[in-house]
């Protein structure tokens, strides 16, 4: 029902301004009030003439080929549309706050094509300044240093007892030290993470944990398990049993990424790309500015601050149109 809704919001919106800007501006009469047909028009509906000059320039926007037929089926067209038109007005459809909100979108679009999108059609970005972008945001293009670790988890639970505790840390030592042993061509922890992990993700893959940026916290383990691996600085390096909250770990560096530059071979056409859309922004928010200088506009920011937030998840309306 939404979709019908808006659909015949959005039909009604386009009839109005099609009629409004396209046909004169011959205010609506009474629905019942017969109209004199003069040799002149193709047809008058509620007061609105339709002109050959008006149905040419129709046939010639359709883009298509017509025949006697195919006229007749524009001109019904054109005819339902008036009619449709003449009742929404005389329903008052004119002042409804759906169909102002259309049209003044459909007014600021049309501004912005006409007056705004003709500059921002022109915008290049030259190599120089592509090179310059590149130079002076490098770290955009700088692929961080990553590393490749595997670990055993030994989970104790929060009511474990001391003895508990010692028992289980013990078994890491143990764990730890035929890590220790394994063979240098093992990967990750072999078969000591299947017999020790209790950590499921990674058990049967040697405890293997995949790669992770250097820089940055990986939320799936406590910081101090992090740290710890990012400590480690030659692969094939095991860290000392690190205890945290939910149990003991034992961590593996299996390989190291260094951090690479691109080069801006490599990504001059998407430099370019960025460049002109900062040159679109520069250029939209001067145009603004500009309108500013001519509009009055006040705005109230400290009457803002007290307007309450919605309740997330919660939508008072229908969705915004996308902002310009």
């Given at each position: 029902m939404r979709i019908y809704k808006m659909t015949t919001?959005?039909?009604?919106?386009?009839?109005?301004?099609?009629?409004?800007?396209?046909?004169?501006?011959?205010?609506a009469k009474k629905l019942s009030e017969p109209a004199v047909i003069d040799s002149g028009y193709l047809a008058v509906i509620d007061g609105?003439?339709?002109?050959?000059?008006?149905?040419?320039?129709?046939m010639a926007r359709r883009r298509m080929e017509f025949n006697q037929e195919k006229k007749e089926e524009l001109l019904n067209s054109i005819v339902r549309s008036e009619l449709l038109f003449a009742a929404a007005r005389t329903a008052g459809y004119e002042n409804d706050p759906e169909v102002i909100e259309t049209v003044k979108q459909a007014m600021v679009g049309k501004y912005l094509r006409d007056n705004l999108d003709p500059k921002l059609g022109q915008l290049k970005a030259t190599d120089q300044e592509a090179e310059a972008y590149y130079q002076t945001n490098r770290a955009e293009f700088t692929t961080h240093a990553m590393i490749h670790a595997a670990i055993i988890k030994i989970a104790v639970s929060p009511k474990s007892t001391a003895e508990k505790k010692a028992e289980l840390l013990k078994r890491a030592e143990e764990a730890r030290a035929e890590a220790l042993a394994l063979?240098?061509?093992v990967p990750a922890f072999g078969s000591v993470a299947i017999k020790y992990s209790e950590d499921q993700s990674s058990r049967y893959r040697g405890g293997d944990i995949g790669w992770l940026q250097v820089g940055?916290?990986?939320?799936?383990?406590?910081?101090?398990?992090?740290?710890?691996?990012?400590?480690?600085?030659?692969?094939?390096?095991?860290?000392?049993v690190i205890t945290t909250a939910d149990g003991f770990y034992i961590a593996k560096l299996t390989e190291t990424k260094g951090a690479t530059v691109k080069p801006f071979a490599m990504v001059k056409d998407g430099v370019r790309y960025q460049v002109v859309q900062d040159k679109k922004q520069k250029i939209e928010h001067e145009f603004i500015e500009q309108l500013k200088s001519r509009i009055s506009v006040n705005v109230?920011?400290?009457?803002?601050e007290t307007i309450d937030l919605p309740v997330q998840g919660k939508q008072a309306g229908p969705p915004a149109l996308p902002a310009r």
């Amino acid at each position: 029902m939404r979709i019908y809704k808006m659909t015949t919001m959005v039909a009604l919106t386009v009839t109005l301004i099609f009629c409004e800007n396209g046909w004169g501006e011959t205010k609506a009469k009474k629905l019942s009030e017969p109209a004199v047909i003069d040799s002149g028009y193709l047809a008058v509906i509620d007061g609105k003439t339709i002109t050959p000059d008006i149905f040419r320039a129709e046939m010639a926007r359709r883009r298509m080929e017509f025949n006697q037929e195919k006229k007749e089926e524009l001109l019904n067209s054109i005819v339902r549309s008036e009619l449709l038109f003449a009742a929404a007005r005389t329903a008052g459809y004119e002042n409804d706050p759906e169909v102002i909100e259309t049209v003044k979108q459909a007014m600021v679009g049309k501004y912005l094509r006409d007056n705004l999108d003709p500059k921002l059609g022109q915008l290049k970005a030259t190599d120089q300044e592509a090179e310059a972008y590149y130079q002076t945001n490098r770290a955009e293009f700088t692929t961080h240093a990553m590393i490749h670790a595997a670990i055993i988890k030994i989970a104790v639970s929060p009511k474990s007892t001391a003895e508990k505790k010692a028992e289980l840390l013990k078994r890491a030592e143990e764990a730890r030290a035929e890590a220790l042993a394994l063979e240098p061509g093992v990967p990750a922890f072999g078969s000591v993470a299947i017999k020790y992990s209790e950590d499921q993700s990674s058990r049967y893959r040697g405890g293997d944990i995949g790669w992770l940026q250097v820089g940055t916290v990986d939320g799936r383990w406590d910081r101090a398990v992090a740290d710890a691996i990012t400590a480690l600085k030659t692969p094939g390096q095991i860290t000392p049993v690190i205890t945290t909250a939910d149990g003991f770990y034992i961590a593996k560096l299996t390989e190291t990424k260094g951090a690479t530059v691109k080069p801006f071979a490599m990504v001059k056409d998407g430099v370019r790309y960025q460049v002109v859309q900062d040159k679109k922004q520069k250029i939209e928010h001067e145009f603004i500015e500009q309108l500013k200088s001519r509009i009055s506009v006040n705005v109230n920011r400290g009457l803002l601050e007290t307007i309450d937030l919605p309740v997330q998840g919660k939508q008072a309306g229908p969705p915004a149109l996308p902002a310009r």
